[in-house]
């Protein structure tokens, strides 16, 4: 594929898979029976047929271990004040909770925030690269869809913008899916337990986030 071809492509693909995400979390979340098992099924079926049209392997993707070790270590840079800070504040606030610590709880996030990651980073920063070529204008344009993704939550939006924007960072230096799962869960953790959950809604975003 030339670069011309492949910047086409990067566009329709990106625009259909946020014209999808965007209308289930606004249009039609909830609206039928598995809903959800639809939104999964054909934004995975479409990300993964853009991988075969672009030829990009697992390990282009960020699937591997070869870079973990150097990933985490940048990782932890901007990771482990972030959460010392939200962790801070909910202990200040009195917000902390045992289940803070659960394993099975842990483990869920970091499943979802693989799926996320990927999402993001294996396949929204890797499309923004066919279009944006100045990496700090890419990276700033993945957290400004991330953040929008957490809409009209007013405490998500700027938070995953921040994260947004570290995690592209992060994954340009070093692309490895699993060291960002790994920071997605720590951070989402200290995040969940900062602030009282009536003000976040739960975390809800879209029109769930007025009935939270």
Request: charged share 15%; with cysteine.
């Amino acid at each position: 594929m030339s670069a011309a071809g492949a910047r086409r492509a990067a566009a329709w693909e990106l625009s259909l898979f946020l014209a999808l995400v965007f209308s289930f979390i606004w249009l039609w979340a909830g609206a039928f029976p598995h809903s959800s098992l639809v939104i999964y099924v054909t934004g995975l079926g479409l990300t993964l047929a853009s991988h075969v049209i672009h030829r990009e392997t697992p390990e282009d993707l960020g699937l591997r271990f070869d870079n973990m070790l150097p990933a985490l270590k940048d990782a932890a840079v901007p990771t482990l004040p972030l959460v010392a800070l939200f962790t801070w504040i909910g202990y200040q606030q009195g917000y902390l909770r045992p289940d803070m610590l659960d394993p099975e709880r842990f483990l869920r996030l970091c499943a979802w925030g693989f799926l996320q990651q990927y999402l993001l980073q294996g396949f929204i920063h890797r499309r923004m690269a066919h279009l944006i070529e100045t990496p700090v204008r890419r990276e700033l344009a993945v957290a400004g869809i991330f953040a929008a993704l957490h809409l009209p939550n007013p405490v998500l939006v700027p938070v995953t913008f921040l994260a947004g924007y570290i995690f592209a960072v992060l994954y340009r230096r070093h692309p490895n899916l699993l060291v960002l799962a790994l920071c997605h869960a720590v951070g989402s953790t200290a995040v969940a337990f900062a602030f009282d959950p009536a003000s976040i809604h739960k975390m809800r975003v879209g029109p769930g986030y007025f009935r939270g």
